[in-house]
């Protein structure tokens, strides 16, 4: 099954590619979301389109009853996980990494996304703020 769909995964990235280009578009500009960034010499296959928006929570939720499925991959940042409690960090230890994982937020994201689908994510987004 795997091998079967790896004959489709260049065009499944490039269609993310391209939805990503178009959230870029849409979520310019607007005033408290901060869009991801490919660093320059890289190529990106936006698996996931990760944007960080202050009362995240408060966002998700307005997005959730929109009916728009946005989520949280990263909730915790890697030295709160409990697998690696052994390390002694605490919270306050990376206080960047503990804000960026309050604020990230998952928008919609897969290869057929539609370009309405994308304005509709964008629109709920903006009134969520």
């Not at 490039?14 to 990503?20: F, L, N, S």
């Not at 960080?52 to 939720?61: F, Y």
Request: no cysteine; proline share 5%.
């Amino acid at each position: 099954m795997l091998s079967a769909k790896l004959k489709r995964l260049e065009a499944w990235n490039q269609a993310r590619r391209q939805a990503a280009a178009r959230y870029d578009q849409l979520l310019a500009g607007v005033s408290g979301v901060e869009l991801p960034k490919t660093l320059p010499g890289n190529e990106h296959v936006w698996h996931l389109y990760v944007v960080r928006v202050q009362n995240r929570d408060e966002v998700l939720a307005k997005l959730n009853a929109e009916g728009i499925g946005a989520g949280i991959h990263y909730p915790v940042p890697l030295h709160l996980h409990g697998a690696l409690s052994d390390l002694g960090y605490r919270e306050g230890d990376f206080p960047e990494a503990e804000r960026a994982a309050a604020e990230i937020l998952s928008l919609p994201m897969y290869p057929h996304i539609t370009e309405a689908q994308q304005q509709r994510v964008a629109e709920v987004l903006r009134r969520s703020l």
